[in-house]
């Protein structure tokens, strides 16, 4: 099973998004097939937060064509053209919520209206390949997970309109207030981001695909998974010693949603070497620290970061040029 995972990151989605790009471009060269997309080549599409949505829109089906809706190239323009009226943040927001430390930081007027521009009335189970995006349900305090094969199996009470699930996924605390969404049969849920317990979904996007198709192996599974850029922020003891719950607040957001994706990373790379098939996971991630023009905080939407944020993207997929041909060739070959 050919699987697609992207972590989450806020405005640094941009970077996995830039690098598909890349990517799509080069499957269309190898298959000789100019009109292939992203979710041609891939049997499930996980994402948490930033991915998530991105996720949403590369599976998204033309309701008069059938075949995907957005290019990776339109997909990633939901950042580049929208991104700035997403973390707008008005002077009456800014004192009212203490610059998010009260309350959130934003508005979700914008990213909602931007969602539904992107996804209208589409719903979970008109998706056009098994997604796994990630939320969390701060009150039933449990794991959501959004997959549009549950519906045909379970009902109306696992599908969801799409504006919702990419609305829940990237409902980052401190940032957006929790999402209050409802499944078709009307069931509420109040969700908050995934990236809270699963910044990179790939661990948790194998076992979905183990659990779609009984008895599947791990030499079975082609992985590729896209980070936003690793963090190079760095936090001092002499600092972090005198800190109390308000100045934890941030760091602990930064450290948790790193470390959870370090060491998924770790886990899938002992997985597939201890199953013989390295060559079958592929892990694409920058180290920000490299890249002095970017601001890796997450709502940092100015014109200046975003076009940063995707050179740092074709960076990413130009130095794993070989290596993204090697996984697109065995992708179009599976």
């Not at 995934?194 to 183990?210: D, K, R, S």
């Not at 599974?221 to 922020?233: E, P, Y």
Request: glycine share 8%; net charge negative; proline share 3%.
């Amino acid at each position: 099973m050919r699987i697609l995972s992207i972590d989450g990151g806020g405005m640094r989605g941009i970077i996995p998004g830039t690098a598909l790009v890349a990517f799509e471009k080069k499957l269309q060269t190898i298959s000789g097939n100019q009109d292939l997309r992203i979710a041609d080549a891939f049997d499930l599409i996980a994402g948490t937060s930033t991915g998530g949505i991105l996720t949403c829109l590369y599976l998204s089906p033309d309701k008069v064509t059938g075949r995907p809706k957005y290019s990776a190239k339109e997909a990633v323009d939901l950042y580049l053209q929208d991104g700035d009226n997403i973390f707008d943040v008005s002077s009456y927001k800014r004192i009212q919520s203490l610059d998010g430390l009260t309350d959130e930081k934003y508005s979700a007027d914008a990213i909602e209206a931007a969602l539904n521009k992107y996804l209208g009335d589409l719903k979970l189970s008109d998706l056009l390949k098994p997604c796994f995006i990630t939320a969390y349900d701060i009150t039933r305090r449990q794991a959501q997970f959004f997959n549009g094969a549950d519906v045909a199996t379970k009902g109306s009470g696992w599908d969801f309109y799409l504006r919702d699930v990419a609305r829940a996924t990237s409902a980052a605390p401190t940032y957006f207030e929790p999402a209050n969404i409802s499944a078709l049969d009307r069931k509420v849920y109040p969700l908050i981001d995934g990236g809270v317990f699963a910044n990179n979904p790939a661990m948790c996007a194998c076992i979905e695909a183990f659990n779609l198709k009984p008895g599947l192996k791990v030499t079975d599974l082609q992985v590729l998974s896209i980070g936003t850029g690793a963090v190079d922020k760095s936090y001092h003891y002499s600092e972090a010693k005198s800190w109390g719950k308000l100045g934890w607040v941030v760091p602990v957001v930064d450290i948790m949603m790193s470390g959870v994706s370090e060491t998924v990373d770790f886990q899938l790379q002992q997985l597939f070497k201890s199953a013989g098939c390295s060559d079958q996971y592929l892990r694409l991630q920058l180290d920000l620290k490299d890249f002095t023009d970017v601001d890796s905080e997450m709502d940092n939407a100015s014109e200046r970061n975003m076009r940063a944020l995707e050179r740092a993207g074709q960076t990413l997929a130009r130095d794993s040029d070989d290596k993204l041909t090697a996984f697109a060739t065995m992708l179009l070959g599976s």
